[in-house]
């Protein structure tokens, strides 16, 4: 896996964790006949393969949902009262069979080593795709709704805890302070847009303030 890196999200700073997951997707056509032809290639690729001992619904089910589907297909073409819907219903029971195969595939792909978890997705007839997992920064500064203003998240540091906030418009030399919050969040107003600020915050928790938190920069707008 992948070290934890920072990346700028509009104004955002995230932290982006990227996680060695392979996910199992399945890529059904609209049409009918496709469809069938891609069910068929996914039967087809899982029959006698041996990462798949036991597939969930059974190859047997599937087969035979591909087959109610076709002869619901063919008979739309006689344009009988029903037809219609029964093609539709006998669609959405495969689609329904197709994703819980997906999930059968997922759950084999990720018992494996990561490195061997796209084969094993591809060897079922789907696409494997990797996941990133996105970690919610404990710091974060946006821009407000209202020109001037810079919008402050941070995670909670508890039931009871307080926050205070500060902002600095000359590189951390001097800091003003903002309105103190009961919440993890608030919005700092009056600030010199297309300026350059730094903005930080410490808790207050039962047993006193936290150390200030690292500064982060945002260009006001």
């Known amino acids: 896996m992948r070290a934890p890196s920072l990346r700028k999200v509009g104004d955002v700073l995230a932290t982006t964790t990227l996680a060695a997951r392979i996910l199992a997707v399945l890529l059904l056509p609209t049409k009918v006949l496709d469809l069938l032809k891609v069910a ?6 899982m029959t006698g393969n041996t990462r798949f001992p036991a597939p969930v619904p059974p190859l047997l089910t599937v087969t ?15 344009r009988a009262k029903g037809t219609v819907q029964a093609r539709n219903a006998a669609r959405r029971a495969l689609v329904q069979a197709l994703g819980a195969l997906k999930a059968y595939v997922q759950t084999i792909a990720d018992a494996a080593l990561p ?7 591809t060897s079922a007839g789907m696409t494997p795709k990797k996941a990133a997992t996105h ?29 205070e906030w500060q902002s600095s418009s000359d590189g951390g030399k001097t800091w003003v302070d903002a ?33 200030w938190s690292q500064p982060l920069s945002i260009v006001v707008k």
């Open 135 to 163: 970690v919610k920064p404990p710091f974060a500064a946006t821009a407000g709704a209202l020109s001037g203003s810079v919008k402050l998240t941070v995670r909670s540091a508890g039931r009871r805890a307080s926050y």
């Open 115 to 121: 490195e061997d978890a796209a084969t094993i997705v």
């Open 40 to 45: 068929q290639a996914i039967v087809t690729a």
């Open 179 to 211: 309105t103190p919050s009961l919440q993890a969040r608030t919005t700092i107003a009056g600030l010199p847009v297309g300026s350059t600020v730094q903005v930080r915050f410490r808790a207050i928790i039962k047993g006193g303030p936290d150390n």
């Open 64 to 78: 035979g949902l591909i087959t109610t589907l076709s002869q619901a297909e063919q008979a739309t073409a006689t």
